[in-house]
């Protein structure tokens, strides 16, 4: 009976160390890993059953700062930074940066990536940039859901936001469902060689750049025919606004356009220099002297033609997410 006992003993002991060996992270797992060609195991839940789907659609040759990229680094090997070199202009070296932070699980099992700060390197020029992700690329200090916004929106870009032949740098702040999000945006100053955050552009939703016409159009979005597209100039580092364009319901119609009363209109701006506020637009009931008298107020010249779809042209699901 002592023996039995002794042997179920040494049995529980040897079942300790072999959790302690491979299950704890300590120097031996990682001798063993090295060893045997495993993957390295991760801290914690990172790695759970919700990864990014862009992990599933890997695409040829991506930029080291696309969303796969991120995804494999922050998810995958749990890395809680992600390095990677971009060239802004050919007459340039290339620069690097580095995304610092620590992940957040509070919502299971999707896995959050909490930014602290980029680390960027001129190596040009001594020394380090730091730019700091609080109430900028935050989150609302809820970080980059891997299964969310890894999925709406790009977490890094490199987009020449005022045309000066410079590449300037955009970190998601927050994205939407539907179409909406918000990046911190830092536009290249040549003269410093640094990133300099810009509010206004970091204000605006959903954008993105005509280059052709030199021009940066946004989109806010609050529901089936209820949208706005702002059209701006940039002149000196400053918007200035060129034209408007919207949408309106009136169920009234229906008949007159064969289905959804839903019609676009398109004005500019009565005055140089006037700004439009769309959530003042989109949300009457919250914000006063808002909605559609808002608008005409500030813009001329309107015309209006029936609207089939989303003002962006994209196709969406019932619930307004693109498709």
Not at 165 to 173: C, E, S, V
Not at 250 to 264: H, I, K, L, P, T
Request: with cysteine; hydrophobic share 35%; charged share 30%.
């Amino acid at each position: 009976m002592k023996k039995s006992k002794k042997i179920i003993l040494e049995i529980l002991a040897a079942c300790v160390a072999f959790a302690i060996l491979f299950f704890v992270d300590n120097p031996f797992t990682k001798i063993w890993y090295k060893i045997s060609g495993s993957p390295v195991r991760q801290e914690k839940t990172i790695l759970t059953k919700e990864l990014p789907q862009v992990l599933n659609q890997p695409k040829i040759n991506p930029e080291p700062w696309s969303n796969e990229m991120l995804a494999d680094s922050f998810f995958v090997k749990g890395k809680k930074e992600a390095s990677f070199s971009a060239k802004i202009n050919d007459k340039l070296p290339e620069f690097t940066f580095k995304i610092v932070g620590s992940f957040k699980e509070d919502h299971l099992p999707y896995v959050s990536f909490l930014a602290q700060h980029v680390e960027i390197i001129n190596t040009s020029k001594k020394g380090q940039q730091i730019l700091k992700a609080k109430n900028r690329f935050d989150n609302h200090g809820d970080g980059w859901d891997a299964k969310f916004d890894f999925e709406l929106a790009n977490i890094v870009e490199f987009v020449d936001m005022n045309f000066d032949g410079y590449l300037d740098l955009r970190l998601l702040y927050n994205t939407g469902a539907t179409g909406n999000n918000w990046y911190a945006t830092y536009l290249f100053n040549p003269s410093k060689g640094e990133f300099v955050y810009h509010e206004e552009l970091s204000k605006l939703s959903g954008m993105k750049i005509d280059e052709k016409f030199k021009q940066i159009i946004t989109y806010d979005r609050e529901g089936a025919c209820a949208e706005i597209s702002v059209y701006y100039e940039v002149m000196n580092n400053k918007l200035v606004l060129s034209k408007a364009e919207w949408s309106e319901i009136d169920r009234r119609r229906d008949e007159e356009v064969g289905g959804f009363g839903c019609f676009m209109y398109t004005g500019t701006p009565r005055h140089p220099g006037l700004k439009i506020d769309p959530e003042r637009f989109l949300y009457p009931e919250d914000i006063k002297d808002g909605g559609s008298s808002y608008i005409r107020k500030i813009m001329k010249n309107i015309k209006e033609e029936p609207l089939n779809g989303s003002l962006d042209g994209r196709e969406r699901g019932p619930l307004g997410n693109p498709i």
